[in-house]
């Protein structure tokens, strides 16, 4: 972790699609991420699971149901079952057959192109099971794999799961780590430990829950502070009166124009 003094607010946030340009494709798709990348973005955050064959996988639904109406658990089925359904067309018939891509797939896309911050997703019955420190495994393992030039200051592990980040910063102590603030934990800040913090870079907080005392808070343990999700005019105004250093967004393309005026 940073010290103190080290940290400063940007001039500028960076601006982050939030699963690539989900308001004008089907959101974690490669169709998304090179929507966003067309912009001026400056990352793109994308979620992360594991399917039942241990490959990991973007999609932020535990479920189904969103792109088929199936009950099914991603954890639960194998990456070749994933691969034959249609990941796009329930978000607009003009992006029916978009797939599935793999983690793999985007480290290997997007990468080289701009930071990513990639979620690992958690529940407390996967976590319970093992399967999300499995998970944790397999992307740290996947990461320098995949894109051995890979610089760390282009990859950032974020989750709601304190252990989840904490297990995959004592294997792979190289990346970014990102705790998510759930909106319980936004009302308690003062109350952490600071030992539970020292291996992050940042605290990312709800737009509605974020607050000058969590922004000041959080500088000076020595961590960046990033907001989610702004969408709009008030939301975006708020996150840079706070000076928050990263700002995640549904509509890059409008956010983008909006920093540049």
Known sequence: M??????????????V???GARDEAPENTRTAFERALSYAIDGIELDVQMSADRVPVVYHDETLMRICRRRDRVADLPLASLQQLDWGGWFHADF????????AQV?????SRTRLMIE????????????????VRQVVRLLPVVSPRLLPERIFLLSFDAQALRLAHSLAPEWNYVLNIVDQQADAFAAWPTLALDHLYAVCVRIGKLTHELTRWARGRGLRCFTYTCNGPRQVTKAQAMQ???ILTDRPKWLSN???R
């Open 120 to 135: 690992i997703k958690s529940s407390p019955d996967l976590r319970r099971s093992g399967h999300v420190d499995r998970l």
């Open 244 to 246: 928050v250093d990263a």
């Open 2 to 15: 940073q010290q103190p003094d080290t940290v400063s607010c940007r001039s500028h946030p960076w601006l």
């Open 96 to 103: 029916a057959g978009e797939p599935l891509p793999t983690l």
């Open 107 to 111: 480290l290997d896309r997007v990468a």
């Open 258 to 260: 909006r920093l540049a």
């Open 17 to 19: 699609a939030h699963r």
